[in-house]
C-alpha cells in the first residue's frame, strides 16, 4: 500500500502545489527521540486520535501530501523515522497546502522501536499473505474494515507506512499489531504513498472528523396533505391522456411508489403541483376546443 512508485506518485500530488510558501512555516521536523515516550490523552476528553507514522520516506513531496491529507481528515500528530530533508521552500512544504502551517512544521523525529513500545500499531501494506502460512502479512483489514475495528478500542494507535521503493519489509510488519491493505486492482495494486495514505485517512474519518464542509443532508417530507393533492393532479393528467383505465391505475401507483421512495420536500411537491395544475389548464382547455369543434384535440389509444 505505501507502494513502489515515489516519483510517478508525486504527478497526483501536484495539484497541491499551488499554495507553495515558504514563510508559511517556521520550524522543520522536530529532532526528539522521546517524542513517542508519553501518550497524552485526547485535551477534550474524546476518543484519542491516530498518529501518522512515515517509515524512512524517500521523497519530501508524499510528506507534504500525507501531511495535507492528515490535516484534511481532522489529523495532526504526524511522526517521521529517519526522514530526507524538509526545506521549508522545498517541495514538501509546497504540497502540504495549509497543512505547512502546523502538521508538517510540528513533525517528529521518532525512532521505529519508539512507534512500537507506545502505540497499538497498524502497518500498511499493498502486498499482503493468502492465507495464515504467511503471519507477517496475514491476517490483515481494509480501510473500512480497521475503521470497525478501531471504533470498538480506546488506545493510542499509530497508522505506519512504509518507504515508498519497498514500503515496509516483513521484519518490521512482525513488530506491528495488525495489517490493512487497500483493495485494487489485482494487475496493480500497488498505490504511491501519498495516494494510499490519502484513501486510508478519508476511510478512517469517522473517527477523527467531528464535522465535515458538507450541509445537514436530513430531508424533511412534504406534508401528506400536499403529495395527496399532487397525485390528484397527476390522476386528473391521466384521465386527461386518454389512456386505459387499468393503465391510469397503473402508472397512478407507479407514481405513488416512485413518490415513496424519494420523499420530496416541500418546495418539490409544490413545483410538480404547479407543473400539473398548469397541464391540465391546458388539457382542458383542449378538450374544450376538441368539443367545440367536435375532433379530438389527441390520438386516444385503442
Known sequence: MSGDEGDEGNANAADNSDEPDANAADD???HDANATDAVPDDPDGGRRKPVVVVVEPETPGNVGTIARAMKNFGLTDLKLVDPPELAEDGEAYGFAGH???????????????EVVANYHTVGTTAITGEDDRSHERFPFKTP????????????????????????????ELSRLDEVCSIPADDDYPVLNLGQAATVLLYELRDLTVDETQL?????????????????????????????????????????????????????EIHTLLGT?????????HADHLAAK?????????E
Do not use: C, W
Open 144 to 171: 473500512v474494515e480497521l475503521r470497525e475495528s478501531l471504533k470498538t478500542v480506546d488506545a493510542p494507535t499509530a497508522i505506519v507506512f512504509g518507504r515508498e521503493g519497498r514500503g515496509l519489509n516483513n521484519e
Open 293 to 301: 369543434y367536435d375532433e379530438h384535440p389527441y390520438p386516444r389509444e
Open 276 to 284: 400539473f395544475r398548469k397541464a391540465n389548464t391546458k388539457l382542458e
Open 99 to 113: 497543512a505547512r502551517e502546523d502538521v508538517l512544521p510540528n513533525a517528529d523525529e521518532v525512532t521505529f522501536e
Open 28 to 30: 522543520g521536523p522536530k
Open 215 to 267: 450541509p445537514d443532508t436530513e430531508v424533511t417530507r412534504a406534508p401528506e396533505a400536499d403529495v395527496e393533492r399532487f397525485h390528484g393532479f397527476f390522476a386528473d393528467f391521466l384521465a386527461a391522456t386518454g389512456q386505459r383505465d387499468h393503465v391510469r391505475e397503473k402508472n397512478a401507483l407507479l407514481m405513488r411508489r416512485l413518490l415513496g421512495r424519494a420523499h420530496p420536500t416541500e418546495r
